[in-house]
């Protein structure tokens, strides 16, 4: 397999505003009640009102708290650089990538934990969308980690890891920190050193 590879700090296109300043708002305002008051002080109205916003307008970008939720998740992690170094052994590539991406929200457990509930909501169209646009930034992450003529069926392999471990964080099993440095010893074990690069 093949792992040399010359990624660039390029990033998906948020087709849907994420990065506006109204987003960056809403999602600075959802952050702070969520800190402040955990769930029970997260609305619509108390959220507009935080951002200083017209509700209507808060209402028209996120159709729920939990599309919002979703959107300030894919925010943080598509806003990571990427940047990977090709002389490096493949599953320490790969490591940097994903830890960056699970401890995206480490320091902020009651947030990371709105967002978790969020993304698993299997009802909401507008969270679903969301949901697939994080798995299309951690898919281009780990492929540009593993380079250029990586086997699809270990780059699936690597995506499914990282998913369960962070199904794991979700369920209370483990936290964040610990959960990196075991993704990093699954990784050892799927990237072994003689890995051809």
Do not use: K
Not at 41 to 64: D, I
Not at 87 to 99: F, I, K, M, N, T
Request: aromatic share 4%; with cysteine.
């Amino acid at each position: 397999m093949s792992s040399r590879s010359a990624a660039h700090p390029t990033r998906l296109s948020d087709l849907h505003g994420g990065r506006s300043p109204m987003s960056r708002r809403v999602f600075h305002a959802a952050a702070a009640l969520l800190d402040e008051c955990a769930d029970s002080g997260l609305s619509m109205p108390a959220l507009a009102a935080r951002a200083r916003l017209a509700p209507a307008a808060v209402s028209a970008r996120f159709p729920s708290i939990d599309a919002m939720l979703a959107e300030l998740y894919l925010h943080r992690v598509s806003s990571l650089p990427l940047v990977v170094d090709p002389d490096a052994p493949a599953a320490a590539r790969v490591s940097g990538q994903l830890r960056a991406v699970t401890l995206v929200m480490a320091d902020e457990p009651t947030l990371a934990a709105a967002c978790s509930r969020a993304l698993l909501r299997a009802d909401d169209p507008a969270v679903r969308s969301t949901r697939d646009r994080i798995g299309a930034e951690v898919q281009r992450r780990i492929a540009a980690a593993l380079g250029t003529g990586a086997w699809p069926e270990v780059q699936a392999t690597l995506e499914t890891v990282f998913w369960g471990a962070l199904l794991q964080v979700h369920s209370r099993a483990i936290d964040y920190r610990d959960m990196a440095t075991r993704l990093d010893t699954m990784l050892s074990l799927i990237l072994p050193d003689n890995t051809e690069r």
